[in-house]
């Protein structure tokens, strides 16, 4: 499977952009006496990004307008650090984007909010930053006036024990798997991160959040194989089996879309098969790992050698049927054949 561009960003922000998600995380992860002074019936998600095209590697950012208790509003800025290791610069990088976040204020309500910084980080390692922005200097008593200082809140998903993630339920789910993606013991984890996913099947997102999981996994998790997931699947989930093959085959549409979009960006008929072709064989691929493990994926170097797109489209349609690698052979083997009768060979 190819591995998604940033896919700590990706579900960082699957896993906070559910209302009532970022609800409870501001609720249960800000200090007490802070979210004491919020009212969370009122919560919009800005769409809004202010981090840097050059950092988006390292950075992913959520801004969140709530209201106050006592009147008015305010923003919560969340920014998620995504690398194993640590920037010692990061109360830099929060105060330019707190910066930002109040000058996007006065665009769009004419006037200057409340930002409550957050810092959520997921390394490997404890955090040893400073909180507060004039640690970064060595300054003179009488220079301290004269420069900017503020606070921000961190949340250290390693200091967190994995009993206190699971209490918050579905953003639970997310949280315990960032805290783990870095970690040899992820693959030990996965069926403790099923099972909770389990308790939310019946969400109406619940089925298009567990791909987003398994797709993060086995792009960012170190070591992590579709036959982890499988047998992982299969002990947390009664239905686990059945589950991959529903999984499986969105992914492989996937595949057929984001070939058809590349056929026609090319522009020229020829392209256009081409990019065609090359999104059903990704999708297929896709499929064959997640559908069947290594015994799929053992047919891979023979359907990369078919030219024919009609038969790898018969082969996408029949992946949604067969429940065996070999019936799949000998469905497209007949394929062949038929095909090679029509052309007078």
Same mark, same amino acid.
């Given at each position: 499977?190819?591995?998604?561009?940033?896919?700590?960003?990706?579900?960082?922000?699957?896993?906070?952009?559910?209302?009532?998600?970022?609800?409870?995380?501001?609720?249960?992860?800000?200090?007490?006496?802070?979210?004491?002074?919020? !009212?969370?019936?009122?919560?919009?998600?800005?769409? $809004?990004?202010?981090? $840097?095209?050059?950092?988006?590697?390292?950075?992913?950012?959520?801004?969140? #307008?709530?209201?106050?208790?006592?009147?008015?509003?305010?923003?919560?800025?969340?920014?998620?650090?995504?690398?194993?290791?640590?920037?010692?610069?990061?109360?830099?990088?929060?105060?330019?984007?707190?910066?930002?976040?109040?000058?996007?204020?006065?665009?769009?309500?004419?006037?200057?909010?409340?930002?409550?910084?957050?810092?959520?980080?997921?390394?490997? &390692?404890?955090?040893?930053?400073?909180?507060?922005?004039?640690?970064?200097?060595?300054?003179? #008593?009488?220079?301290?006036?004269?420069?900017? @200082?503020?606070?921000?809140?961190?949340? $250290?998903?390693?200091?967190?024990? !994995?009993?206190? +993630?699971?209490? &918050?339920?579905? +953003?639970?789910?997310?949280?315990?798997?960032?805290?783990?993606?870095?970690?040899?013991?992820?693959?030990?984890?996965?069926?403790?991160?099923?099972?909770?996913?389990?308790?939310?099947?019946?969400?109406?997102? %619940?089925?298009?959040?567990? #791909?987003?999981?398994?797709?993060?996994?086995?792009?960012?998790?170190?070591?992590?194989?579709?036959?982890?997931?499988?047998?992982?699947? @299969?002990?947390?989930?009664? #239905?686990?089996?059945?589950?991959? *093959? &529903?999984?499986?085959?969105?992914?492989?549409?996937?595949?057929?879309?984001?070939?058809?979009?590349?056929?026609?960006?090319?522009?020229?008929?020829?392209?256009?098969?081409?990019? +065609?072709?090359?999104?059903?064989? $990704? *999708?297929?691929?896709?499929?064959? @790992?997640?559908?069947?493990?290594?015994?799929?994926?053992?047919?891979?170097?023979?359907?990369?050698?078919?030219?024919?797109? *009609?038969?790898?489209? %018969?082969?996408? @349609?029949?992946?949604?049927?067969?429940? &065996?690698?070999? %019936?799949?052979?000998?469905?497209?083997?007949?394929?062949?054949? %038929?095909?090679?009768?029509?052309?007078?060979?």
């Amino acid at each position: 499977m190819s591995e998604l561009i940033n896919p700590h960003d990706k579900f960082f922000k699957e896993a906070l952009t559910q209302p009532e998600a970022a609800r409870t995380f501001l609720r249960e992860f800000l200090p007490s006496e802070v979210s004491a002074q919020l !009212d969370l019936s009122y919560l919009q998600l800005v769409k $809004d990004s202010f981090v $840097d095209e050059s950092l988006r590697e390292h950075f992913s950012d959520l801004l969140c #307008e709530v209201g106050l208790r006592q009147q008015g509003k305010a923003f919560v800025y969340i920014l998620f650090e995504h690398k194993s290791y640590i920037d010692i610069l990061a109360p830099l990088q929060v105060l330019r984007y707190m910066v930002r976040a109040w000058e996007y204020g006065l665009r769009q309500q004419g006037r200057l909010l409340p930002v409550i910084p957050v810092v959520i980080y997921h390394g490997a &390692t404890r955090w040893t930053v400073a909180t507060n922005f004039q640690a970064l200097f060595e300054l003179p #008593e009488a220079l301290r006036p004269y420069m900017p @200082e503020y606070r921000y809140h961190l949340s $250290d998903l390693s200091a967190y024990s !994995d009993e206190h +993630l699971k209490r &918050t339920a579905e +953003l639970g789910i997310g949280l315990l798997v960032l805290k783990h993606i870095f970690r040899p013991e992820l693959r030990a984890r996965l069926p403790e991160v099923l099972a909770l996913w389990y308790t939310i099947r019946h969400q109406p997102h %619940a089925l298009g959040y567990l #791909e987003a999981i398994l797709r993060y996994i086995m792009s960012a998790g170190q070591g992590i194989s579709a036959e982890d997931v499988r047998e992982a699947l @299969e002990e947390a989930i009664p #239905e686990g089996g059945a589950l991959m *093959g &529903t999984i499986a085959q969105e992914l492989l549409q996937q595949g057929l879309q984001q070939g058809l979009q590349q056929g026609l960006q090319q522009g020229e008929q020829r392209g256009e098969r081409r990019g +065609l072709r090359q999104g059903l064989l $990704d *999708g297929i691929e896709l499929a064959l @790992e997640l559908r069947f493990g290594l015994d799929g994926l053992r047919l891979l170097p023979e359907l990369v050698r078919l030219e024919d797109v *009609g038969v790898l489209k %018969a082969v996408h @349609e029949g992946l949604r049927r067969v429940e &065996t690698p070999e %019936a799949l052979r000998r469905l497209y083997q007949s394929l062949v054949a %038929a095909s090679s009768v029509d052309s007078g060979f």
